[in-house]
């Protein structure tokens, strides 16, 4: 299984930025997938999940209402549309995925896929 991330970058407070992540080698139909985030110091945190079938979706407080997440199953691609971004949002950004059920969907120790992440800088 393999994820790739991409589309992080430097963006001026306020502005928009579109991750996306790119899977292969596995199942993705069947896979709840998320983006988590680590910003320098601190440790990873949950950003967003999205079930296998794209009905269900969560967010952290922190970005509910700015971030959406989105997932393509025929191109096997999950994205995060972030709006309104703050220096706050700098961070890694890491797509990640699992096949553990929904009610896990927030805790990093239950996914075993990764992405390499993508570096996104707010900053004016």
């Given at each position: ?15 928009s930025l579109r991750l ?104 004016s």
């Open positions: 299984v393999q994820l790739q991330a991409s589309g992080g970058g430097l963006v001026q407070p306020g502005g996306s992540c790119a899977a292969s080698g596995g199942s993705f139909r069947s896979w709840n997938m998320a983006w988590f985030r680590q910003a320098p110091g601190k440790e990873r945190e949950f950003v967003a999940a999205i079930k296998y079938a794209g009905g269900n979706t969560a967010y952290v407080d922190s970005v509910k209402g700015r971030f959406a997440i989105s997932r393509d199953n025929a191109k096997t691609t999950v994205s995060l549309q972030m709006n309104s971004l703050t220096p706050e949002d700098t961070a890694v950004y890491y797509c990640a995925a699992t096949s553990t059920i929904w009610i896990y969907a927030r805790y990093s120790e239950h996914y075993p896929y990764w992405g390499q992440g993508t570096l996104v800088t707010v900053s």
